[in-house]
C-alpha cells in the first residue's frame, strides 16, 4: 500500500522533511512495483499464432515518446513514454492495487472498436478471437 501520511500538530500540519520522506517512499515503491509488473519480457504468448517469432504481437519494444501530445491525423492523444518494455501506467493505481495495467487514449475508430472486442472477449471468453472479429467490421 502506499505510504502512510501522519498528520503532524494541532492544525494538522504536515512538515516539509515528512513530506520529503514520503515521496521517496512513494518513488521507491513505484520503481519496485513496475519493475514487477510493469515491465514486458517477451514470453512464449507474444508470438503466438505468428509466423515470425522475431516480433512481439504486443507491439514490443514501443517508441520513446519525450512528451505527451495530440495526433490529428490519428485523433488521438499519444501518452509520454521514457522506457521503450514499460506499459503506460498510473504510478497511484499502480502502486494502490499492485498489479499491472495499461493506460492508453482510445478516442475512436479501429482502437476503440478493437479495445470493445478485447474487453468483450476477455470478460465473456468468446471461442471467436479479436482478429476474427474485427474482420467482419
Known sequence: ????????????????????????????????????????RCRPVCHKG??????????????????????????SIIFARKETDVNGHNPQLLICTRHNHDIKCILSGKAAKAAMFYISDYITKMPLNTEALLSTL
Open 50 to 75: 505468428q509466423t515470425n517469432t522475431d516480433v512481439c504481437r504486443f507491439g514490443y519494444p514501443h517508441e520513446i515518446v519525450e512528451n505527451s501530445n495530440y495526433n490529428m491525423k490519428q485523433n
Open 1 to 40: 500500500m502506499p505510504p502512510e501520511f501522519h498528520v503532524i500538530g494541532k492544525n494538522n500540519t504536515v512538515s516539509t522533511e515528512l513530506i520529503c520522506d514520503w515521496e521517496k517512499l512513494f518513488e521507491d515503491e513505484h520503481k519496485r512495483i513496475g519493475e514487477r509488473f510493469q515491465r514486458h
